[in-house]
């Protein structure tokens, strides 16, 4: 079954650097997300992408965050001057398009832990 | 508000044994209800979806149901096993299947003791 990949698994930097997670979704997949996780709390939404271009984001992705699709396969997400709070679980998500709930797919996460 | 909460908030069963989780919403309008079982340190992986016309709906040991007019579901885990230790996490989308628009809830921690 096709899969949505994630790398590194585990990723720690410290304070202040700049990190960059890695996704790659499902090949024939449209509609991209990236949500992260806080460790004991809920998932929480990041922002959503479209045709090449940011289609919606949460108020947690502000100017340190930035999303890139520089190729035909990777969907990247780059968190610049990382803090602590910005520990959790980033997961990417696809899905093929939204005329039907079907298709949806995770990847299984990076942990990011900012030390 | 939309919002989707689970109970209970943990839950510790013996292997063999049977058990029930909750997700409540109060999301409008509704489109469809999914419930996810999220291993520790893991990604989400999709159990069921059901729409708006859907009563029930089975994966296996999994059977969920959906009453859209008390705005309630369950998930029912028959004959637990080990591996059905995680979280089981209810999300719901108020409109076209856009994942920014999904409500997620807190989960429920399942525990599976020998």
């Known amino acids: 079954e096709p899969e949505v990949t994630q790398t590194p698994s585990h990723q720690v930097t410290q304070m202040g650097q700049e990190v960059i997670l890695r996704c790659v979704p499902i090949?024939?997949?449209?509609?991209f997300y990236w949500y992260r996780q806080i460790l004991g709390q809920k998932v929480e939404f990041l922002v959503s992408?479209?045709?090449?271009?940011?289609?919606?984001k949460s108020e947690i992705f502000d100017d340190q965050f930035s999303v890139e699709r520089p190729d035909g396969s990777n969907f990247t997400l780059k968190i610049r001057s990382t803090k602590l709070e910005d520990s959790a679980m980033y997961f990417c998500a696809s899905s093929p398009r939204v005329a039907t709930p079907l298709g949806y797919t995770f990847g299984s996460g990076t942990r990011l832990t900012v030390v | 508000k939309n919002q989707v909460e689970q109970s209970p908030q943990s839950l510790i069963i013996l292997e063999g044994k049977n058990c029930t989780l909750q997700?409540?919403?109060?999301?409008?309008?509704?489109?469809?209800l999914r419930w996810y079982k999220q291993d520790t340190g893991r990604g989400p992986v999709s159990l069921t979806i059901m729409t708006f016309s859907e009563n029930t709906k089975s994966n296996g040991r999994y059977t969920a149901t959906l009453d859209a007019d008390t705005k309630q579901s369950s998930l029912h885990i028959t004959a637990s096993q080990l591996s059905d230790s995680a979280s089981y996490i209810c999300v719901v989308s108020p409109s076209d299947n856009y994942g920014q628009n999904f409500v997620f809830g807190p989960g429920t921690r399942l525990s599976v003791l020998p």
């Open positions: 997700c409540n919403y109060t999301v409008s309008p509704f489109s469809n």
């Open positions: 090949s024939n997949h449209l509609y």
């Open positions: 992408f479209y045709n090449n271009e940011i289609s919606e």
